[in-house]
């Protein structure tokens, strides 16, 4: 079974940064890791993914030069460095498993709880 639990939201300021992260368990036949946000009364987004085979990430275009995702073995974590950081990045944000050996992957089949992210103006 696969388990994700996210950490390291937080109230700040635009300009400021944070850093998410993600603990993993049961991680056997992962292929990918993303990270997405959900703003109110939104639709859920992509944010970043990295391919754990060839250690590629993919962002999309609102964050690139801003955010980096990584994956640290030692201690089974994903993080997400987000600098300077925009009212309009507001949303919870979740890491999530992508089981489909494709890249940019397709789908992801396993979901975090989230973590709330506030930005103010």
């Known amino acids: 079974q696969v388990q994700l639990v996210e950490s390291g939201g937080g109230l700040v300021q635009a300009g400021g940064s944070l850093r998410l992260s993600c603990i993993v368990s049961?991680?056997?036949?992962?292929?990918?890791m993303g990270w997405f946000c959900q703003a109110p009364g939104k639709e859920r987004e992509f944010v970043a993914s990295i391919d754990w085979t060839g250690w590629r990430t993919y962002y999309a275009d609102s964050v690139k030069g801003r955010f980096t995702i990584s994956r640290n073995n030692a201690n089974n974590t994903v993080y997400l460095q987000m600098n300077s950081l925009k009212p309009e990045d507001t949303a919870v944000y979740y890491c999530?498993?992508?089981?489909?050996?494709?890249?940019?992957?397709?789908?992801?089949?396993?979901w975090g709880q989230g973590t709330q992210v506030t930005v103010s103006s």
């Open positions: 049961g991680r056997t036949g992962i292929f990918a």
């Open positions: 999530a498993v992508g089981s489909i050996a494709s890249w940019p992957p397709s789908a992801y089949n396993y």
